[in-house]
């Protein structure tokens, strides 16, 4: 995949032109208003660019799971109300995303008007990628616009199939993303550093081998650190860990050990004997964890460490926490790292790029996520560029 053959609409005369956009809209909503509007607020840019130059804005997007066909719960109405808010524009919605509901509206629309059309879930085309359902969201449009890399690791009639049928452009939100991406794994100032942390090495496998191949440090914190320290050894106490993975593990480390990459693990850790907010807690050796106690979060030398391995690194890359951050006070550890990562970032000697929902909601709550080069809004997507997977939806743009 030559990702140098990703095209952008710059340049182009877009006046009175329907452009089909596939954004990311699926956000979190509760009894139709929704709660957490930062993806939206990342899409608008480019829908107002767009309506700008004269466009007829086509929104497609996905919207929970909806499983036999059109239901109010997963409707994008409430979603396109706070988009058209944020953008400080009119933003209707069309009552179905395919026929001559949605076919009647787009064509009501005039240049510079953006409409969202109804979930795409709602049609089961969309997952199976199916080409009848493809060409029916391509007859409403002039040409294509994926602006969604969230979405991007799903082969779907509105991420993959489209780009078979229209012109088809990488949106400014894909841009950011994928070039944040490759900066930090495939053209990074040296030497890189990454942080992986998280519950399961199970989860994790593909992308602990991928970057041990593409780093210099590999940290690894939260529960999968458990098991590296299990592959040492290290008695863990009650500790969360995945025994059956203890080879897995020394195999990753012999292969980082080979590429000369090094792994970086704890040194002291917070211990307590139930995992609960206010449980009384202490830090301990990591070799000496008691039986009847649990690994918590990372101690203060492990983070001075961690500080340390960073201030000798000119790129950083994370993608979870290093402890049990959502519950007081095991995210300390966690904090205290994005924190100096956030301000060697400010001061221009470290490119730090994050993503991942845990990771987000840890820099969200170390209050540094705007101090970070680049912090990802996705998912799976994010996780599978990790293990160094090729996207579907990228593959379409760039073939």
Known sequence: MNLDKLKTTDGLDLAGKRVLVRADLNVPAKNGVVTDATRLARVVPGLKDLANRGARVIVLSHFGRPKDGPD?????????????????????????????????????????????????????????????????????????????????????????????????????????????????????????????????????????????????????????????????????????????????????????????????LPQDVVVAARFEAGAPSRTVATIDVPKDEMILDVGPKTVAHYVDVLSRCETLLWNGPLGAFEIAPFGEGTFALARAAAERTKRGTLVSVAGGGDTVAALNAAGVTDDFTYVSSAGGAFLEWLEGRELPGVIALAR
């Open 72 to 264: 109010k719960e997963n409707s994008l109405a409430p979603v396109a109300a706070e988009l058209g808010k944020l953008a400080g524009l009119p933003v209707s919605l069309a009552p179905d995303c395919v026929g001559e509901a949605a076919d009647k509206a787009v064509s009501s629309l005039g240049n510079g008007g953006i409409i969202v059309l109804e979930n795409t879930r709602f049609h089961k085309g969309e997952e199976k990628n199916d080409p009848e359902f493809a060409g029916a969201l391509a007859a409403l449009g002039d040409l294509f616009v994926n602006d969604a890399f969230s979405a991007a690791h799903r082969a779907h009639a509105s991420t993959e199939g489209l780009a078979r049928l229209l012109p088809a452009y990488a949106g400014p939100l894909m841009m950011e993303e994928i070039n944040a991406l490759r900066t930090a794994l495939e053209q990074p100032k040296r030497p890189v550093a990454a942080v992986v942390g998280g519950a399961k090495v199970s989860t994790k496998i593909p992308v602990l081998t991928n970057l041990s191949a593409k780093v210099d440090k590999l940290i690894i914190g939260g529960g999968m650190a458990n098991t590296f320290l299990l592959a040492g050894g290290v008695e863990i106490g009650k500790s969360l860990a995945e025994p059956d993975l203890v080879e897995t593990a020394r195999e990753i480390m012999h292969a980082a050990k080979s590429r000369s990459c090094e792994i970086v």
